[in-house]
Every structure is written in C-alpha cells, then in structure tokens.
T-cell receptor, first 118, second 113 residues
C-alpha cells in the first residue's frame, strides 16, 4: 500500500514570493507521482506528473516539482506566485507496475491550502 | 469537448433518504472512481470500476452503492446507512494501463439535514 503526507496544511505567502509545498510518500514499490490543484467548489486539475526520466518536472501555470527517490519526496515549487494561485493542492501517488490491488488507483495526501496575499 | 459531468452541483436531502449522484464521461475512459472529500482529510476512495459490470470497494464503501452498466456512467447512491453523508463528492475517470492521471468532474456537494 502507498501513503502520502503533505507536511503543511496551510501555507500563506505574499504575491511574487517563491513557494514550496512539501510532499513525502511511502511505498514498497515504484510509483508515479502527481500534483493536482483544486479551486473552491471545483474538481481537481492536474498540474504535473512524474512517470520516469528527468527528476525535475515542469507543469502548468509555472509550477515545477522535483522527484527525490532517496528522500521519497516530490515537492512542488513556484518561483513567483500570483493571487490566482490561491487554491488547495494535492499530492498523489500510484504504483508504476501492473498487477496488485493498488494498480491504477491514486492515493492522495490531505491537501495544502496555499493562500497568496497582496 | 470531452469531459466528465457530475450532477447536480448541489443536493439537499432529508436524513434517512437515499440519494443518487450522477457521473457521466465521454472520454472513452475505462476506469471510473468516486471520492469523498471532507475538510483536512484529502480525498478518500469510495468505489471504483475498471470495466463495465464490475466494481470494487474503496477505503470507505460502507453506506454507499454503485453500478456500472455502461462505460460512460458510474452513478453513486448514498444510502440511509451512511452515518455522516454530508460532504463534497468527486467523480473521476482514467485510461487503464497508460498515461496515468485522472480527469475529475466538478463535484457534487451533498447536504443532509
């Protein structure tokens, strides 16, 4: 089974400042990793994903994340945030190998609410 | 445009009544999922289906039921046995076996009074 821990439930930041949202995971098998964003009363939208290859992944809206296998982390970063980035962000994992009861199922963290202040 | 549609967006029901939430997708996705979202608890899997006429319980299936009679549709029934049904419900779909990642609907907020 997999588990995901988002280390900060809330992150306040001023506009144009950099931000990092932290995500650690636990898994006995190799995983694929995802970050989603949720605006109020809406569904989740995929920001970026790591499947293989370069450990630095770039996504939409200027976000990027770095996969660190030794530290089992997948932190999300943005060098300069905007008011419009205010939302809840979810980290998620799924096993990368076919077979097993968890195949194809995403396990989500508890979410991090990012609030950007003017 | 392809997508996944949940209806209604807001739903109010009296305690003790069953209620069915609709989820339809036209993405030709094989798999469909229902999640429940409560503040500070992330998304918890209720049921999922990887093929038509087959579905499996997730982590919090008690008090819920589903059907998958068509590839496009995966309705969720919240029964009177669900002790705390007020929540935000999200439906998602994906292809099996490639390009992982879900497409989510916009959610249904259920309030039971």
């Amino acid at each position: 089974a997999q588990s995901v821990t988002q280390l900060d439930s809330q992150v306040p930041v001023f506009e144009e400042a950099p931000v990092e949202l932290r995500c650690n995971y636990s898994s006995s098998v190799s995983v694929y990793l995802f970050w989603y964003v949720q605006y109020p009363n809406q569904g989740l939208q995929l920001l970026l994903k790591y499947l293989s290859g370069s450990t630095l992944v770039k996504g939409i809206n200027g976000f990027e994340a770095e996969f660190n296998k030794s530290q089992t982390s997948f932190h999300l970063r943005k060098p300069s945030v905007h008011i419009s980035d205010t939302a809840e962000y979810f980290c998620a994992v799924t096993p990368s190998n076919a077979g097993g009861t968890s195949y194809g199922k995403l396990t989500f963290g508890q979410g991090t609410i990012l609030t950007v202040h003017p | 445009d392809g997508g996944i549609t949940q209806s209604p967006k807001y739903l109010f029901r009296k305690e003790g009544q069953n209620v069915t939430l609709s989820c339809e997708q036209n993405l030709n996705h094989d798999a469909m999922y229902w999640y429940r979202q409560d503040p500070g608890q992330g998304l918890r899997l209720i049921y999922y289906s990887q093929i038509v006429n087959d579905f499996q319980k997730g982590d919090i299936a008690e008090g819920y039921s589903v059907s998958r009679e068509k590839k496009e549709s995966f309705p969720l029934t919240v029964t009177s046995a669900q002790k705390n049904p007020t929540a935000f419900y999200l439906c998602a779909s994906s292809f099996q076996g490639r390009d992982y990642g879900y497409t989510f609907g916009s959610g249904t907020r259920l309030t039971v009074v």
